[in-house]
């Protein structure tokens, strides 16, 4: 089984992979207080990613001493600031959304209360499952939507994953996929175990 550390650095690295680029930047590796040798090491990781370099991305962010608070830390800005903006949405406050998304790429990219209506209809379509939609005006205003929760609902989730899934956090799916890309089998199942979580073993099974 891997090391705590590995397991770390897997859950650190799945906050890059999960769209959170497109709507905080590397912004929110600052509030959450991260020096800049840390805040390098997310972008490097992000890009080696991208690469397909999934354990050369571990690596880097352990390197640079990504650990357990850093990790909290992380998780406490994102939450912080995506609370802000959906409060902001929900109450259709384009001043409090400009607070919220200060110093982001998407204020940049929703810099007008027009665009702000365009971006709160988006924000509703995604809601009511008409993903297609909400994508045809986020492209239009230059965003890259974030990926689609998975592991809701019963039996298969919205990506189709088993039941089982459901029970993960989605730091723990987000986790669980990078270890999977990286075909790490050991971290698979010592993330699978730190959840709780008991995996079927069926023969040609697929998730």
Same mark, same amino acid.
């Given at each position: 089984?891997?090391?705590?550390?590995?397991?770390?650095?897997?859950?650190?690295?799945?906050?890059?992979?999960?769209?959170?680029?497109?709507?905080?930047?590397?912004?929110?590796?600052?509030?959450?207080?991260?020096?800049?040798?840390?805040?390098?090491?997310?972008?490097?990781?992000?890009?080696?990613?991208?690469?397909?370099?999934?354990?050369?991305?571990?690596?880097?962010?352990?390197?640079?001493?990504?650990?357990?608070?850093?990790?909290?830390?992380?998780?406490?800005?994102?939450? &912080? @600031? +995506? *609370? %802000?903006?959906?409060? #902001?949405?929900? $109450?259709? =406050?384009? /001043?409090?959304? !400009?607070?919220?998304?200060?110093?982001?790429?998407?204020?940049?990219?929703?810099?007008?209360?027009?665009?702000?209506?365009?971006?709160?209809?988006?924000?509703?379509?995604?809601?009511?499952?008409?993903?297609?939609?909400?994508?045809?005006?986020?492209?239009?205003?230059?965003?890259?939507?974030?990926?689609?929760?998975?592991?809701?609902?019963?039996?298969?989730?919205?990506?189709?994953?088993?039941?089982?899934?459901?029970?993960?956090?989605? &730091? @723990? +799916? *987000? %986790?669980?996929?990078? #270890?999977?890309? $990286?075909? =790490?089998? /050991?971290?698979? !199942?010592?993330?699978?175990?730190?959840?709780?979580?008991?995996?079927?073993?069926?023969?040609?099974?697929?998730?």
């Amino acid at each position: 089984m891997k090391s705590k550390p590995f397991l770390i650095a897997i859950a650190a690295f799945a906050v890059t992979a999960t769209g959170v680029q497109a709507y905080q930047g590397t912004q929110i590796l600052e509030r959450a207080g991260l020096n800049d040798e840390q805040i390098e090491a997310f972008e490097a990781a992000r890009e080696l990613k991208e690469a397909g370099k999934y354990k050369a991305a571990r690596d880097t962010l352990l390197e640079a001493g990504v650990n357990e608070d850093v990790i909290k830390s992380v998780h406490k800005a994102l939450h &912080e @600031q +995506r *609370d %802000a903006i959906h409060d #902001a949405v929900m $109450a259709e =406050d384009y /001043e409090a959304f !400009k607070e919220a998304v200060a110093g982001t790429p998407l204020q940049e990219a929703v810099d007008s209360e027009d665009d702000f209506k365009r971006f709160i209809t988006a924000h509703d379509l995604r809601e009511a499952g008409k993903w297609n939609e909400a994508k045809v005006i986020l492209d239009d205003l230059g965003i890259e939507p974030p990926q689609r929760m998975s592991g809701m609902g019963r039996g298969k989730g919205m990506m189709g994953r088993p039941d089982f899934l459901s029970d993960l956090t989605k &730091e @723990q +799916r *987000d %986790a669980l996929e990078v #270890a999977k890309k $990286a075909n =790490d089998k /050991e971290a698979v !199942k010592a993330i699978l175990k730190e959840a709780g979580v008991e995996r079927p073993q069926h023969k040609g099974m697929h998730w």
